[in-house]
Structures are given as structure tokens and as C-alpha cells.
């Protein structure tokens, strides 16, 4: 019984941790390429694949629980 405790606490927790790093990716992704002098003529295209990286990670680990 107590593993089965551990094991939930511990899926719940890599869920939460990974939507609060998908949320911080989303959010903070602009302002970082931004910092990084990001071109304009690439910086919609850059922006689009973190954010679907970054998501795709989070469907992926969700999807294992």
C-alpha cells in the first residue's frame, strides 16, 4: 500500500511539474528570444517551435500516465 502511495505522489507530481515547465515555456519563450536577439524575420517561426516542442513533451509524459 505505501508504494502505491509513492507511485501516485510521484506521478502527480512529474504531471504538475511538467504543465508548470510547459506554462513557464509559454509564457517566457518571447521575452527570451527577445534577450537572444532573435531575427524578426524568424523569430514567429522560432517562437512556433519551442511552444510545440514544449507542448508535445507535455502530451507525451501526460499520455504515459
Known sequence: KKIKKITANIIYTSVA????LTILVVVFTKPLLRILNTPEDIFQD???????AATQVWREASNQY
Do not use: C, Q, S
Not at 17 to 20: I, K, N, R, Y
Open 46 to 52: 522560432a517562437y512556433n517551435y519551442i511552444v510545440a
Open 17 to 20: 511539474m511538467g504543465a508548470l
